[in-house]
């Protein structure tokens, strides 16, 4: 285990609640940097070149929370994440009536991450893109159903996502 992996380790033994970013806060590090680091069964790195199926493949999962953070502020979207298309330099979100729009510059996207940590005491799963810097992009949760439980199939894809790519865990 590599001193940066033993410090997370420790942080999260003395609190398991904590988050990526407040650990990397605290250890003067990136969020990157930490997710990369956190326990194997808690982590798996997506290659680079596996954006584009994955995000082909996202609208078909049905309800997720997407979320954006910019200067402090948490921005949410609960819903199907939308199929997308290249053009003008973006992957530009297909959207009909409500739902999430916006135009993604995926070329900032160095890293991909699958992380199961537990938040607030309860299972999540999430895919998280980061920059070249190693700052968060946005994230996509798994989605809840009305009793707040996590959709089997959603869980299922996601574990067979992050067992095929375990071993690239850092």
């Not at 502020?73 to 009536?97: D, M, S």
């Not at 996207?109 to 005491?121: N, Q, R, Y």
Request: charged share 20%; proline share 6%.
């Amino acid at each position: 285990m590599n001193p940066l992996s033993t410090q997370i380790a420790e942080q999260l033994d003395g609190n398991p609640g904590l988050m990526p970013a407040q650990i990397a806060a605290e250890l003067n590090c990136s969020e990157f940097d930490v997710v990369a680091n956190l326990p194997a069964p808690m982590v798996a790195l997506l290659p680079r070149d596996q954006l584009d199926p994955l995000l082909a493949e996202l609208p078909q999962w049905g309800n997720t929370t997407t979320i954006i953070s910019v200067a402090g502020c948490i921005f949410e979207f609960k819903g199907a994440f939308p199929r997308g298309k290249y053009g003008h330099g973006y992957y530009n979100l297909i959207t009909k009536g409500d739902g999430l729009h916006g135009h993604l510059k995926l070329d900032v996207v160095t890293d991909i991450a699958l992380v199961s940590k537990p938040f607030m005491g309860s299972e999540s799963h999430s895919i998280q893109m980061f920059d070249g810097n190693g700052a968060i992009v946005f994230k996509i949760y798994l989605g809840r159903d009305r009793k707040r439980v996590l959709i089997p199939e959603q869980v299922a894809r996601f574990t067979e996502l992050k067992a095929e790519h375990s071993s690239q865990a850092a």
